[in-house]
Nanobody, 122 residues
Framework: QVQLVESGGGSVQAGGALRLSCAAS?????MGWFRQHPGKEREGVGY????????YYADPVKGRFTVSRDNAKNTVYLQMNSLKPEDTAMYYC??????????????????WGQGTQVTVSS
């Protein structure tokens, strides 16, 4: 079993920035970030293939959010810039057992963190 622990959430004004971290108990090549607005389904934000460092993003966050990794620390980050009130959500990191697990849907991800709240005020 793999444990994923997120940190770094909080409250910020619109236009501000936050960086989320996700520490994994062991190496997983495919790791993604998701968010969930109240009453809505969990949606993909971005993901990374840790071996190559290749990243993909959902359209609403392209150009504002960046997924990166520190393989030595077994940690993946989500840098969020130019935050908007609509970015307010619970953010989760996820890990997939297989490289083709990666994507912007929850299908394929086997491991989930507990979530961290991000609140952006206008």
């Amino acid at each position: 079993q793999v444990q994923l622990v997120e940190s770094g959430g909080g409250s910020v004004q619109a236009g501000g920035a936050l960086r989320l971290s996700c520490a994994a108990s062991r190496y997983i090549n495919c790791m993604g970030w998701f968010r969930q607005h109240p009453g809505k389904e969990r949606e993909g934000v971005g993901y990374i293939y840790r071996s190559e460092g290749v990243t993909y993003y959902a359209d609403p966050v392209k150009g504002r959010f960046t997924v990166s990794r520190d393989n030595a620390k077994n940690t993946v980050y989500l840098q969020m810039n130019s935050l908007k009130p609509e970015d307010t959500a619970m953010y989760y990191c996820a890990g997939g057992k297989f490289s083709d697990s990666c994507g912007l849907t929850t299908v394929g991800y086997n491991y989930w963190g507990q979530g961290t709240q991000v609140t952006v005020s206008s």
